[in-house]
């Protein structure tokens, strides 16, 4: 017992006291287990955290790659690469002597019939959710707000969204399978949103370095500064090596979920011994000393770390289970990311030589060797580092040790084998093997630079040479002697993260095509899954296999058209190729029989960017063929109906145009203006949309002249509108302040801040008018050259001959038009655009538009005399009077 002579006595534990312990400690595990948090929000993912490799922190910003590793390899920064649980979501943490700990993680389906993995793992989403969950449903039209909410330059932001809605919906579905057990609906449903959360995650992650990356194509360099530091080759392996960085981004994945998980569990564990390691054995011994006595079972007689491996003697029972307890949640810890805390669970048990074991992972760094200041700075990292590398990897080949000791420093030294032994889900396999790959690239690279310690060379020389890929770690998982991590490779979700890994679209989509096409239905949250990551790839230009894009998408608006999503239908059809999406939203409009509903139906294909004309002379067609003696039957009241709706429509349209024609021969633009505002927005789609579901293809002349009509009038009220508000804005030019007499100084200074108050209000001013005044220039020629045929035309001549209409028509060209000529032509002197307004002869000299037949004599006088003002300005300015500049 040497040095422990002093050491206090620990209180004896019989029998009575460890099952108390035993019993408090699995009510500590089950109320963990019922309050873990899962699938909390990324805040940062950390590129590298290798443990004897730095690990380098990458924002996810798609802005700088550089990252900055100062604080990261500096002495107590942030601990080695891999911290995660031994199981992530579905593993089953088997302590070696003591059960306690199988309870501190819940598995996503615990408590479910086990058959759901030995039947078929594949099926396991359709089993959980054979209906959705209320509480989960409003997640249909919250998505689709987000995707409407963001454009296609905002589309990370979007996913982040996706994110907090999955995450918002677990949070509620938590608490209710707390009271409705694990067996409820609700379990499967939160289930699916966790592992989507999960998944969302993952391809935020992934794509934002691969958007950079793509973005920094033309930029980047190969170029690596050669230097002495073993953070900094890491550091520019990093910066360009996207495969490396990628793969760290997945073990920093796999980690968070598994930290989300854990929560603060470590800080509820409840050791007996709290600052002194192996207390029971130390009073044994202590014991022994004085009684003299011999042990009736050989124990350890020394208390230094190595004793009971060097002497192959025991520790004492109770401590042997402590110890067995503690290694399991040190690498729970070390899977989760989270080695700082792992060494402060040892501390916490008076195993700080523990802690100082998962020290050395750390990358050497002498910033004194480039600095060139006179001021010394700390060194960062294990100058030893080779060495501790090589002790930790034969730990883990030590067939002696514990397990989950040995899986903890495989995992330091990059060990595969006994990594694997104690992985036990298809999430732990992925991270062990990512994380090995990382080590030995990076190891590689230590090598190929001259920085690596001769010591790797005692390294096997299969790590040393091994050839890892992304590619050849799903393979390895393929050949997983487990059965239960074949089956989950086979589950949903992992396939679309697995494809998602490795950057294979056609393969994702290969993979959706064959499960739109199963037997079994997908889940609704899954399809809805899909069909948002297709529209991602889409907003990020990818090349996809659009067929499979398009059967996704068909599946999801056949999934809302079932479950009665109608406000939803429309935008997801939208995205459909435009014969496609009118054939799919009139086979909707079929189902929808509530005579209340279509109008809404309409106006929302119409917000979508649809063809509604076509959509519903389609379903009209179709009704009609489908039972043409039953659509006769049934539909001749609804005809009548239609018709007379048609008409009550196209009348009031009619009579509001002349009305208005009246109101603008007399000038009175405000009465104009308020008739105008009376006739529903809609009236002119209303009229075209109810003549086609007649069977008309298009509507009557008069009607079709009436809404030409009335497109004439409001395109001159818009322009009227435009030239009032730049009159009201060329009137209101700021004042040049006076300046006044001769004063003191401060006077002086009052002068110099007026004048540049209003040197930007000029500014200011001057920005204004200029859009005002393309506004009113863009909205005049819109009157002067109205399409087909000219303003106040109409354009079927086919119609019943109304003379007291077409003389009022032809009587407001002739006042209207000549009035919008001064008007604008008054808008280009004042703003001194002189050269534009001498363009406005040719218009109206044009034989295209004939404007110059709406012209009296006096007018065309008039109008010449204005232009002539225009040429004297441009020959005041130097240039020939038609403002081009004088040839020599």
């Known amino acids: 017992c040497r040095g422990h002579s002093e050491l206090p006595s620990p209180v004896v534990r019989d029998d009575e006291v460890t099952v108390a312990a035993r019993r408090r400690r699995k009510k500590v595990a089950c109320i963990l287990q019922s309050d873990y948090h899962l699938y909390s929000e990324i805040k940062e993912v950390h590129i590298l955290s290798l443990p004897p490799i730095s690990r380098v922190s990458l924002s996810l910003s798609v802005t700088p790659r550089v990252p900055d590793v100062s604080s990261i390899l500096a002495p107590g920064g942030r601990t080695p690469r891999y911290t995660h649980t031994p199981r992530n979501a579905l593993s089953s943490m088997n302590l070696d002597d003591s059960d306690w700990t199988n309870s501190i993680y819940t598995s996503p389906v615990s408590g479910m019939d086990t058959s759901f993995f030995t039947d078929d793992i594949t099926n396991l989403s359709s089993a959980l959710l054979k209906e959705d969950d209320p509480a989960a449903a409003s997640l249909f039209p919250e998505f689709l707000g987000a995707f409407l909410k963001h454009s296609s330059s905002a589309v990370f932001e979007l996913l982040e969204d996706y994110q907090a809605l999955c995450q918002d919906k677990v949070d509620v579905l938590q608490s209710v399978v707390l009271r409705a057990g694990q067996n409820s609906k609700t379990a499967g449903v939160r289930w699916l949103l966790q592992q989507e959360y999960c998944s969302w995650r993952l391809i935020t992650s992934l794509y934002r370095d691969r958007v950079q990356l793509a973005m920094e194509d033309d930029m980047m360099t190969d170029m690596t500064v050669p230097s002495k530091s073993e953070k900094v080759v890491v550091e520019q392996l990093f910066q360009r090596d996207s495969i490396i960085r990628q793969s760290q981004l997945v073990v920093d994945w796999l980690e968070s979920i598994a930290k989300d998980q854990i929560g603060d569990f470590s800080d509820n564990i409840e050791y007996y011994a709290k600052n002194v390691c192996w207390e029971n054995t130390l009073h044994a011994l202590k014991m022994r000393r004085k009684s003299g006595s011999a042990f009736t079972v050989p124990l350890v007689t020394e208390l230094d770390p190595d004793a009971p491996l060097r002497q192959q003697r025991p520790l004492a029972d109770l401590d042997r289970e402590d110890d067995a307890r503690l290694l399991k949640n040190l690498f729970t810890l070390i899977r989760a990311g989270m080695t700082e805390e792992a060494q402060r669970l040892c501390k916490r048990c008076g195993q700080a030589w523990r802690a100082a074991t998962l020290e050395g992972w750390k990358l050497y760094h002498d910033p004194n060797m480039t600095s060139g200041s006179l001021e010394l700075k700390p060194v960062e990292g294990n100058p030893q580092r080779g060495i501790w ?319 030409r009509e009335h497109l004439c009038i409001r395109a001159y009220l818009e322009a009227h509108e435009a030239f009032t508000d730049w009159f009201s804005h060329s009137s209101s030019a700021p004042q040049k302040p006076a300046p006044a007499p001769e004063a003191k100084f401060t006077e002086k200074v009052a002068n110099e801040m007026r004048e540049k108050e209003y040197q930007s209000s000029l500014a200011a001013w001057s920005c204004r008018l200029d859009v005002l005044t393309e506004d009113v220039k863009e909205r005049i020629y819109n009157v002067l050259l109205f399409v087909d045929g000219g303003w106040m035309v109409d354009n079927r001549q086919d119609s019943e001959q109304d003379s007291e209409r077409s003389h009022q028509m032809a009587a407001l060209r002739s006042l209207c038009l000549p009035r919008l000529s001064f008007l604008l032509l008054s808008v280009l002197q004042n703003s001194s655009r002189h050269q534009e307004a001498l363009r406005l002869a040719d218009i109206i000299s044009s034989d295209q538009h004939r404007l110059y037949q709406v012209f009296s004599k006096e007018e065309l006088r008039r109008f010449l005399q204005k232009l002539r003002e225009s040429s004297l300005a441009l020959l005041d300015r130097g240039l020939d009077p038609l403002g081009y500049e004088l040839q020599p």
């Open 389 to 707: 590398k090589a002790c930790c990897w034969r730990m883990a080949e030590e067939e002696q040790l514990n397990r989950y000791e040995k899986a903890i420093y495989a995992s330091l030294s990059g060990n595969l084998r006994p990594l694997l032994a104690v992985c036990e889900s298809w999430e732990d396999c992925v991270w062990a093997h990512f994380r090995v790959m990382v080590d030995s690239l990076v190891e590689k690279d230590l090598m190929s630079s001259g920085m690596a310690n001769q010591e790797v060379e005692t390294l096997p020389r299969d790590y040393l040479e091994a050839n890892w890929t992304m590619e050849k770690v799903f393979e390895e998982l393929q050949a997983s002697e487990l059965k239960r991590v074949l089956e989950e490779t086979k589950e949903h979700y992992h396939v679309i993260q697995k494809f998602v890994i490795l950057g294979d679209l056609d393969g994702l989509l290969d993979e959706f095509a064959d499960w739109l096409t199963a037997s079994k239905p997908l889940p609704s949250h899954l399809l809805r899954f899909m069909t948002h990551l297709v529209l991602f790839f889409r907003s990020l230009g990818l090349a996809l296999k659009e067929e499979v894009c398009i059967d996704v998408l068909k599946a999801y608006v056949s999934l809302l058209i079932r479950d009665q999503q109608t406000d939803l239908v429309a935008s997801y059809v939208s995205q459909l190729p435009a014969e496609l999406a009118t054939a799919q939203y009139a086979t909707f409009l079929e189902t929808v029989t509530q005579p209340e509903i279509r109008p809404r139906c309409l106006q929302l294909a119409t917000d979508a960017g649809l063809d509604v004309a076509a959509i519903t002379k389609l379903v009209v067609e179709t009704v009609r063929e489908r039972d043409e003696t039953e659509f006769t039957h049934h539909s001749q009241t609804k005809q009548l109906a239609l018709l007379s709706s048609v008409n009550q429509l196209s009348e009031s349209l009619k009579q509001s145009n002349a009305i208005m024609r009246k109101f603008l021969a007399l000038q009175k633009h405000d009465a104009a203006k308020a008739v105008f505002s009376k006739v529903p927005e809609d009236s002119m789609r209303e009229i075209y949309c109810q003549w086609a579901g007649v069977g008309q293809t298009k509507a009557p002349a008069e009607d079709e002249n009436a809404i």
